[in-house]
């Protein structure tokens, strides 16, 4: 199976800072990757598919990038309802893997 | 539009067999590969499998001896069944439906989840 690894597992960050996450394949994966958003209780949200597309509704702070082995999730200007989890996710191959995720929270 | 909601017991006994249900509403279920999702508690996300409308299946190699996903297109839901559980098998269940037309591969919508503890 493909790992995902993620990075940071955890931060602290300001409403306003920009954020970036990285998530790296074990494997090239092409651009087969999404970025989904966990808040506390929820299930969660797919923000970004085939590495840097945005799904309808989510805003453009956030932004996508990378192909092959290596990926990065960027929130431009962190607002207030973005603390949360952040998972990557290979669709590339069988089994789909996730990445341990990357907790967001408030410095 | 289209909601997804779990159903099933919350509390199971070791080495019985899990059973959930997921309800399709607001929309068919035929198209679209339908999903369960695993997360244990305070830990990450585990694919399970998934069962195309159609009936066919694709189950994760860590779980496949055990797993088995169904669709009932007539009632609009699809189900899994875990047998064999452990304490390791306690999590929340999440069903979703994935979107798998190019270039958009997607988890796009999930179900609120439902938390199975195994335990005696």
């Known amino acids: 199976a493909i790992q995902m690894t993620q990075s940071p597992s955890s931060l602290s960050a300001s409403v306003g800072d920009r954020v970036t996450i990285t998530c790296r394949a074990s494997?090239?994966?092409?651009?087969?990757l999404g970025w989904y958003q966990q808040k506390p209780g929820k299930a969660p949200k797919a923000l970004i598919y085939g590495a840097s597309r945005l799904e309808s509704g989510v805003p453009s702070r956030f932004s996508g990038s990378g192909s092959g082995t290596d990926f990065t999730l960027t929130i431009s200007s962190l607002q207030p309802e973005d603390f949360a989890t952040y998972y990557c996710l290979q669709d590339f191959d069988y089994p789909l893997t996730f990445g341990g995720g990357t907790k967001v929270e408030i410095k | 539009q289209v909601q997804l909601q779990e159903s099933g017991p919350g509390l199971v006994k070791p080495s019985e067999t899990l059973s959930l249900t997921c309800s399709v509403s607001?929309?068919?279920?035929?198209?679209?590969?339908w999903t369960w999702i695993r997360q244990p508690p305070g830990k990450g996300l585990e694919w399970i499998g998934y069962?195309?409308?159609?009936?066919?299946?694709n189950y994760n190699p860590s779980l496949k001896s055990r797993v088995t996903i169904s669709v009932d297109t007539s009632k609009n839901q699809f189900s899994l069944k875990l047998s064999s559980v452990t304490a390791a098998d306690t999590a929340m269940y999440y069903c979703?439906?994935?979107?798998?037309?190019?270039?958009?591969?997607?988890?796009?919508?999930w179900g609120q989840g439902s938390m199975v503890t195994v335990s005696s």
């Open positions: 494997q090239g994966i092409r651009n087969d």
């Open positions: 979703a439906r994935r979107v798998a037309t190019n270039p958009r591969y997607a988890f796009d919508i």
């Open positions: 607001g929309g068919s279920i035929s198209t679209y590969y």
């Open positions: 069962v195309y409308y159609s009936g066919n299946t």
